[in-house]
Nanobody, 124 residues
Framework: VQLQASGGGLVQPGGSLELSCASS????????MAWFRQPPGKEREFVAA????????YYADSVKGRFTIARDNGKSTMYLQMNGLKPEDTAVYYC??????????????????WGQGTLVTVSS
């Protein structure tokens, strides 16, 4: 099983980036997919999550209204559209997936598979 995150980079405050997470190796039917991030010197934190069908989405308060999570099951890919980026959004962003059964979407330990991370730097 592999999750491959991509799309990170350097962007100015107020700018936009789209992250992608491609999955391979197994079917993730009934699996929640999520983005977490780890700012420099801080703990990993929840960003957003999406159900298998895409009908349920969840966001951290800090990104609500600015970030949009989506998934394309046909392409086995999840996306995170990030608009209105702020310096405090600077972090390594990780994608993750875990079984829907009993999951707390904001709790990192409930996720089974993780991608390698992609760095987002918001700076002028």
């Amino acid at each position: 099983v592999q999750l491959q995150a991509s799309g990170g980079g350097l962007v100015q405050p107020g700018g936009s980036l789209e992250l992608s997470c491609a999955s391979s190796g197994r079917s993730f039917s009934n699996y929640v997919m999520a983005w977490f991030r780890q700012p420099p010197g801080k703990e990993r934190e929840f960003v957003a999550a999406i159900s298998w069908s895409g009908t349920s989405t969840y966001y951290a308060d800090s990104v609500k209204g600015r970030f949009t999570i989506a998934r394309d099951n046909g392409k086995s890919t999840m996306y995170l559209q990030m608009n209105g980026l702020k310096p405090e959004d600077t972090a390594v962003y990780y994608c993750a997936t875990g079984s829907y059964s009993g999951i707390n979407v904001g709790r990192a330990r409930d996720y089974t598979y993780w991608g390698q991370g992609t760095l987002v730097t918001v700076s002028s």
